[in-house]
C-alpha cells in the first residue's frame, strides 16, 4: 500500500509564493514518477508538472517561468515551488505517484490567490 499526502496550501495575494510539498510512503520512490495536477473550481483537472526518477522535469505552458518542481529522495518528498501566483492558479493541488501503470493520489490541498 502507497500513501501520498501533500501539504502547504494556503490563501496567499497575487504576485506571492507558496511551495507545495508531497511525501511518498515505500522504498520504490527514488525509481518513480512524481505529479502535480490542479482542479480550479468548475473545472477539469490539469497537469501542472511531473519529474523522473532520473530528474527530468516538465511544467505546463501556463506556468513556465513560476513553478518549479524538485524532489528530494533522501526524505521521499517532491516539490512545487509556486512563484509570481495569479488568481487563475487558485485551485486545489493534488500529488500523483504513477507506479508500474496504477495512479496514486494525494488527498489534495487548496490554493487560494486573492487580494
Known amino acids: 500500500q502507497v500513501q501520498v499526502v501533500e501539504s502547504g496550501g494556503g490563501l496567499v495575494q497575487p504576485g506571492g509564493s507558496l511551495r507545495l510539498s508531497c511525501e511518498t510512503s515505500?522504498?520504490?520512490?527514488?525509481?518513480?514518477?512524481m505529479g502535480w495536477y490542479r482542479q480550479p473550481p468548475g473545472k477539469q483537472r490539469e497537469l501542472v508538472a511531473d519529474?523522473?526518477?532520473?530528474?527530468?522535469?516538465s511544467v505546463v505552458d501556463s506556468v513556465k517561468g513560476r513553478f518549479t518542481i524538485s524532489r528530494d529522495n533522501a526524505k521521499n518528498m517532491v516539490y512545487l515551488q509556486m512563484n509570481s501566483l495569479k488568481p487563475e492558479d487558485t485551485a486545489v493541488y493534488f500529488c500523483?505517484?504513477?507506479?508500474?501503470?496504477?495512479?496514486?493520489w494525494g488527498q489534495g490541498t487548496q490554493v487560494t490567490v486573492s487580494s
Open positions: 515505500g522504498s520504490i520512490f527514488s525509481r518513480i514518477t
Open positions: 500523483i505517484a504513477w507506479i508500474q501503470g496504477r495512479n496514486f
Open positions: 519529474i523522473t526518477s532520473g530528474g527530468s522535469t
